[in-house]
């Protein structure tokens, strides 16, 4: 076979099956390395195990070997517990000696600016200015204490995705949790969703979805939330990407379970 030939005349579906091979590793990537479905089976069966021990229904053994399990589970459920909640680094959290906490903010989004415009600017990476980083509709300390930590995440993708080659970021768009503000409360885990819009190679959206997951200078692995990938058709090998990271937050009900 004239190898050649065959790519010439096939390259468009030929593109389309590597898209979908993309999407398939990046989504096997999220499966192994987001906990929220062994998050939810670990408290639900933390649950079942303290129902039956306040049922009594079992003998001495029993009631052992059931305490025994639920200590298990627990040890479960709070090691998946700190694998998704975001650890915001000491230059990101208020420091009530400094000072208003909206001036603090204010004095490191211009930190983080400066640098990742001069980070991308060597690197030839292009980038809004802004860097998705916008005015707090309030001077509320919880407020500014959600938005210091979506920094804290914006600079963490962003220099990874320096690192890791991806030629643009079109737009980052913070979402604080919709539930945070209102009456019924956010429930066990209240998520900040941070999207980041990528013009990029396909190549580069899978190094940056990799290299978020592992340990890395910038601090813990991401928690990736998902993902939109579409291919450029006009320009092989390029690709649209949205990827949404979390800054999750364990509620205080919860901390006191």
């Not at 408290?43 to 639920?70: F, H, P």
């Not at 995705?161 to 009456?183: E, N, W, Y």
Request: charged share 30%.
């Amino acid at each position: 076979m004239d190898f050649e030939n065959y790519w010439q005349e096939n390259k468009r579906s030929l593109t389309m099956i590597g898209g979908g091979l993309l999407v398939f590793l990046i989504a096997n990537m999220i499966v192994n390395s987001t906990f929220g479905g062994e998050l939810a089976d670990a408290q639900r069966d933390k649950r079942t195990q303290e129902g039956k021990l306040r049922s009594e229904r079992y003998d001495r053994d029993g009631l052992s070997k059931a305490t025994l399990d639920n200590e298990r589970l627990q040890v479960v459920h709070d090691a998946l517990l700190a694998s998704v909640v975001f650890e915001s680094r000491p230059e990101f959290q208020a420091d009530p000696n400094l000072g208003s906490i909206a001036a603090q903010y204010f004095t490191r989004v211009e930190e983080v600016r400066d640098q990742l415009t001069r980070r991308a600017s060597r690197s030839g990476m292009r980038a809004d200015q802004a860097w998705g980083v916008e005015v707090p509709e309030t001077n509320l300390t919880p407020v500014i204490e959600r938005h210091l930590e979506a920094l804290d995440l914006i600079d963490r993708v962003a220099n990874l995705a320096i690192d890791t080659g991806v030629t643009r970021i079109a737009k980052i768009q913070v979402t604080l949790d919709p539930a945070f503000d209102s009456k019924r409360g956010v429930g066990r885990l209240e998520k900040t969703r941070v999207t980041f819009t990528l013009d990029t190679t396909a190549m580069s959206v899978t190094r940056l979805v990799s290299a978020s997951q592992r340990s890395q200078p910038y601090g813990q692995p991401l928690t990736l939330e998902g993902f939109k990938i579409k291919g450029e058709r006009t320009r092989p090998g390029q690709v649209t990407a949205d990827l949404t990271f979390l800054v999750v937050r364990l509620t205080q009900s919860q901390e006191d379970e």
